[in-house]
């Protein structure tokens, strides 16, 4: 688990600020057990977040997250 401050929403998720140069993804299928269908009803802007690294493409520079609960 890795503390983080969302920096950026969109409409298919959340971008996380982790402290390294890329920010992970929180696809909107892992911000919540349920079903999303408003990523600012499970996160807003600048807030802090405990997320799950679920993945990193280092080729790609992506990095995949899940909100923890």
């Known amino acids: 688990?890795?503390?983080g401050?969302?920096?950026?929403i969109t409409n298919f998720g959340c971008f996380v600020d982790i402290?390294?140069?890329e920010s992970g993804l929180i696809h909107i299928s892992n911000?919540?057990?349920?079903?999303?269908?408003?990523?600012?009803?499970h996160v807003s802007l600048h807030q802090q977040v405990i997320v799950k690294v679920l993945?990193?493409?280092?080729p790609r520079?992506?990095?995949?997250?899940?909100?923890?609960?």
Request: charged share 30%.
């Open 5 to 8: 401050i969302v920096n950026n």
């Open 55 to 58: 993945d990193v493409d280092v």
């Open 31 to 41: 911000l919540s057990d349920t079903f999303v269908k408003d990523v600012n009803e």
């Open 19 to 21: 402290g390294i140069k």
């Open 61 to 69: 520079k992506r990095i995949q997250l899940a909100l923890h609960k």
């Open 1 to 3: 688990l890795v503390p």
